[in-house]
């Protein structure tokens, strides 16, 4: 395995909710993976005048852009589960045996992009609903 792996060999699946996201989606251009934890104040006044934080609830989205295209089945899946306000299953690796979350994820955002040099663009936001599993490398 190399010491680094490159953003063009992340891969992104979808599949039907509450099953296996086993569809790779290739009409994406960059991913962001958001994870974070909300935070709780645990200070007592034992901890010498510090604060003291405990992480509670974890979150996590996926931000990316796909190309405007109706006829890609990627984009439609994503457009229908935006407009239905349905959730889609989705699985985003660093590579093809690579890590990451898997889970259901609904579609907050469908923006489209229409720069004048640029193909038009869909940026979408993709917010986990349902975790599944983590994904380790194989």
Do not use: H
């Not at 599949?15 to 974070?36: D, H, I, K, Y």
């Amino acid at each position: 395995m190399p010491e680094f792996e490159l953003g063009k060999d992340a891969k992104l699946y979808r599949g039907a909710v509450g099953g296996p996201a086993s569809t790779e989606v290739t009409n994406v251009r960059n991913l962001t993976l958001n994870m974070a934890a909300r935070e709780a104040d645990v200070t007592t006044r034992a901890n010498g005048g510090w604060r003291a934080t405990a992480a509670t609830l974890r979150e996590c989205s996926i931000e990316f852009q796909m190309v405007w295209d109706p006829t890609d089945g990627g984009f439609a899946a994503m457009r229908t589960a935006f407009l239905t306000s349905a959730k889609i299953a989705l699985k985003a690796l660093t590579s093809e045996t690579g890590e990451g979350p898997d889970g259901d994820f609904s579609i907050t955002n469908f923006s489209r992009s229409e720069e004048l040099e640029d193909a038009i663009l869909v940026d979408v936001t993709a917010k986990l609903a349902v975790f599944r599993t983590w994904v380790e490398s194989s």
